[in-house]
């Protein structure tokens, strides 16, 4: 079983886009969105959701109110301001647990946290794994990693032979979680001066977890100078660019109806992002 995870060092660049035509265009794999505080991917798939579980994570306080005496002191100590009227915000409360600590009365018990919601869905291309954690909620690697499990595992259950990953941008935590023990990542950057500052940071994180990476530039036309400019410092520095896509206004349009780029018609990028999928595929074959 092979683990592809599209990344990105920062949001905005195409990831899910291209994640979504490979999974149109991959045989025989499971698909996972791990970008879990921001999860998209299931708007290019249609997914039928066939299992719906809770995460769990974390704790927050809980006031009695039957046995508080209203002395205020927790509304006073709480260094993260969560307390307000004798209620606890579950939005501010970080769970520390010092109010229930110093509650004279011990009207305050720490309860166990149900942080978000995981999916397993039937798509057109496949089962979908993904996941939705609460606003302003936490633990988002634990939720990541919980994501990439549920794929692995249909994976081996079912025989599936590849599981793409629509990966989080950024390079914190949860990038760190879907990325861990995977074949290849691609990391999808633009010619932007921040778009080569971006990638430099996530190619360090890939080198740091031992993970092959390669990278494709989209909308690599906008600015030919600084496509160049990471082409070279990807061949200074030893990775292969697999894929150069060009600006095209179909992407914006099959992402309004819906479906993947690729299934949505021929076209300049169209092409190469199938071209940019046999490499990936060449990349990740055994030999
Ligand atoms: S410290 Fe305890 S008794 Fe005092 S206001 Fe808070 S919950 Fe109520
Ligand atoms: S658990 Fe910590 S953060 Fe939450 S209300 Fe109590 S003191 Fe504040």
């Not at 996941?131 to 499990?149: C, F, H, M, P, T």
Request: hydrophobic share 35%; charged share 20%.
């Amino acid at each position: 079983m092979k683990e592809v995870v599209v990344l990105s060092g920062k949001g905005g660049t195409g990831k899910t886009s291209i994640a979504g035509c490979f999974a149109a265009l991959a045989h025989n794999k499971v698909l996972s969105d791990c970008d879990v505080d921001a999860a998209d991917l299931h708007l290019l798939l249609q997914p039928t959701d066939r299992q719906t579980e809770e995460f769990w994570s974390g704790q927050i306080a809980h006031i009695d109110e039957t046995t508080c005496t209203g002395c205020g002191l927790c509304q006073e100590l709480c260094r993260f301001d969560a307390i307000h009227n004798f209620q606890v915000s579950r939005v501010s409360c970080e769970g520390c647990g010092f109010c229930a600590h110093i509650c004279p009365v011990n009207a305050i018990t720490m309860q166990d946290n149900m942080a978000g919601h995981w999916y397993i869905s039937d798509t057109k291309y496949g089962p979908l794994v993904r996941a939705r954690l609460g606003i302003a909620q936490e633990n988002s690697g634990k939720l990541v990693a919980l994501v990439r499990q549920q794929a692995r595992k249909i994976a081996a259950d079912k025989g599936y032979s590849t599981i793409i990953t629509d990966g989080p941008p950024g390079i914190g935590c949860p990038v760190i979680s879907s990325l861990s023990g995977a074949d290849l990542a691609l990391l999808v950057t633009e010619p932007t001066v921040s778009g080569l500052h971006d990638l430099e940071r996530v190619i360090e994180v890939c080198r740091h977890f031992r993970v092959p990476a390669t990278v494709c530039i989209n909308k690599y036309d906008i600015n030919e100078e600084k496509a160049s400019k990471i082409e070279e410092h990807c061949a200074d520095i030893g990775i292969k660019v697999s894929g150069k896509i060009p600006f095209d206004t179909a992407v914006n349009r099959a992402v309004a109806h819906g479906i993947p780029l690729v299934e949505y018609g021929e076209g300049p990028a169209t092409g190469e992002v199938k071209r940019l999928w046999k490499n990936i595929e060449e990349l990740i074959s055994p030999d």
